[in-house]
């Protein structure tokens, strides 16, 4: 939070502030934004034709979502770290192979939250070590089945929609 931020809301996830008017935009109006620390998505490959996604159960919609694991940055934790730590706890699944494919802002006019996604490949199962009250069920569909999931709007999630949506491109070597 920089000095000409001012606080309104702290919670264990994230901090909501408001920042002066900018001199660049010309309503000249105060903002309110959320500061998060940031966040990894992980596309994990079971094998060549079939992808771990997940049915959570989220709070703020009210309904479960078919998504990609995913998991908030711990402090100083290297986003790769992160990766592989959410991974495991989500879908008890462990990877040979992490690679990193793109970072992107999931909701910039509100939220600095920048996602890294990552690929994971090699994977073995293990147990899940999911947090309390979490709702989570892994779902192991075949690749074309979670590009026609997005293609009906089965899938919701927006970072599960541009992380399948990327990765086709690269499978397909058109990127």
Same mark, same amino acid.
Request: hydrophobic residues 40%.
């Given at each position: 939070m920089s000095d000409h931020e001012k606080h309104l809301l702290s919670? *264990? /996830?994230? !901090?909501?502030? @408001?920042?002066?008017? %900018?001199p660049e935009n010309p309503t000249g109006r105060k903002r309110q934004?959320? /500061?998060? *620390?940031?966040?990894?998505?992980?596309? *994990?490959?079971? %094998?060549?034709?079939?992808?771990?996604? +997940? /049915? !959570?159960?989220r709070v703020s919609v009210g309904q479960d979502l078919l998504e990609l694991p995913a998991g908030t940055l711990e402090p100083n934790e290297p986003h790769a770290i992160t990766a #592989? /730590?959410?991974l495991m706890e989500e879908t008890g699944y462990r990877a040979k192979k992490l690679e990193h494919l793109h970072s992107f802002y999931l909701s910039p006019g509100i939220l600095d939250e920048n996602m890294h996604l990552y690929l994971?490949? &090699?994977?073995? @199962?293990g147990e899940t070590a999911r947090e309390e009250g979490e709702l989570i069920t892994n779902h192991v569909v =075949?690749?074309?089945?979670?590009l026609q999931l997005v293609q009906e709007r089965q899938i919701f999630d927006a #970072? =599960?929609? =541009?992380? +399948?949506?990327?990765?086709?491109? +690269?499978?397909? &070597?058109t990127t």
């Open positions: 919670t *264990p /996830r994230f !901090n909501v502030v @408001e920042l002066p008017a %900018d934004v959320i /500061r998060h *620390p940031g966040a990894v998505a992980i596309l *994990p490959m079971v %094998d060549d034709n079939h992808i771990c996604l +997940i /049915r !959570n159960y #592989k /730590r959410e994971a490949t &090699g994977l073995t @199962e =075949s690749w074309d089945t979670a #970072k =599960s929609i =541009s992380g +399948i949506l990327m990765y086709d491109q +690269i499978r397909r &070597g």
